[in-house]
């Protein structure tokens, strides 16, 4: 089993920044491939990026494409999201998982994954 705790959400105003982070325990996620997605409030969760097991390949939503970075540090077992230039539309609550599919490449489709964390709140003002 993989548990993973999410952190660095806040409330931050239009054009800040954030990075969040994920921390995992219980097993390495150095093999899987990690994904971020987002739920607004009244709305479904949304695909935000993912990173593959090597750290070498990320994709993004087209929504947060040249403002969001994922990255992974697999020393300390954690994977991190870079938000710049964050908008009011970005409010959501922001949650990792984990696939795996060892030595995956990644997807953006929810259902792949079979871990998630507990999410952390990310608010935008404007």
């Known amino acids: 089993q993989v548990q993973l705790v999410e952190s660095g959400g806040g409330l931050v105003q239009a054009g800040g920044s954030l990075r969040l982070s994920c921390v995992a325990s219980g097993r390495a996620i150095s093999r899987y491939p990690m994904g971020w997605f987002r739920q607004a409030p009244g709305k479904e969760r949304e695909f935000v990026g993912y990173i593959d097991w090597s750290g070498g390949r990320t994709y993004y939503a087209d929504a947060v494409k040249g403002r969001f970075a994922i990255s992974r540090d697999t020393a300390k077992n954690t994977v991190y999201l870079q938000m710049n230039s964050l908008q009011p539309e970005d409010t959501a609550v922001y949650y990792c998982?984990?696939?795996?599919?060892?030595?995956?490449?990644?997807?953006?489709?929810?259902?792949?994954?079979?871990?998630w964390g507990q999410g952390t709140q990310v608010t935008v003002s404007s």
């Open positions: 998982a984990a696939d795996h599919s060892v030595l995956g490449r990644g997807t953006p489709v929810s259902e792949e994954y079979d871990y």
